[in-house]
T-cell receptor, first 113, second 115 residues
């Protein structure tokens, strides 16, 4: 059973471009969480999704950020018009239900030039 | 609101010495508490978790943590450090039964192990 997959592992974007981060949860997991880790900081919750639904987006910045988890395919975290402050590691985690502690993916390290 | 405080952003121990990483939490409800380890450029791996059963929780790699409600603490210990334990350690709390995946993390403690 493969773990949580994230791609790309490293992403470089120039200011103003769009960044798309993908997360494939573990097999059988229908709950996905996105976290952001800024340099020298702990992880901060961004959004919690179930298939086709956003359950909790209380940690998402109000602008430029969006997330989806379609019926088929991976979950996508999309950042429009990236700025240097978006440079961070973005981690996806999944769990089979909303109760168990999640399994984390290896992260996508976004660098904005 | 819940929060987690990890005392000491860097801890250095000698190989074979006791490891003690401190974590204090605040919560208005009985918490679920977690310790995760992060190796360089990797994701987080669950070391152990407390979910209101036994107060002394044993995890992987010889680590354990004790939940002390009176002190609102959940410190992580290992009797004898190994070089491979060098990593970043995060304490986290969840917001309740139906929020298992929504975790609030501490700032992290970087553990160095000297030969």
């Amino acid at each position: 059973n493969a773990g949580v997959m994230q791609n790309p592992r490293h992403l470089v974007r120039r200011r103003g471009q769009e960044a798309r981060l993908r997360c494939s949860p573990m097999k059988g997991h229908s709950h996905v969480y996105w976290y952001r880790q800024l340099p020298e900081e702990g992880l901060k919750f961004m959004v919690y999704l179930q298939k086709e639904n956003i359950i909790d987006e209380s940690g998402m910045p109000k602008e430029r950020f969006s997330a989806e988890f379609p019926k088929e395919g991976p979950s996508i975290l999309r950042i429009q018009q990236v700025v240097r402050g978006d440079s961070a590691a973005y981690f996806c985690a999944s769990s089979p239900t909303g109760v168990e502690s999640p399994f984390f993916g290896p992260g996508t390290r976004l660098t904005v030039l | 609101a819940q929060s987690v405080t990890q005392l000491g952003s860097h801890v250095s121990v000698s190989e074979g010495a006791l490891v003690l990483l401190r974590c204090n939490y605040s919560s208005s409800v009985p918490p679920y508490l977690f310790w995760y380890v992060q190796y360089p450029n990797q994701g987080l791996q669950l070391l152990l978790k407390y979910t209101s059963a036994a107060t002394l929780v044993k995890g992987i790699n010889g680590f354990e943590a004790e939940f002390k409600k009176s002190e609102t603490s959940f410190h992580l210990t290992k009797p004898s450090a190994h070089m491979s334990d060098a990593a970043e350690y995060f304490c986290a709390v969840s917001e309740g039964d139906n929020q298992g995946g929504k975790l609030i993390f501490g700032q992290g403690t970087e553990l160095s192990v000297k030969p």
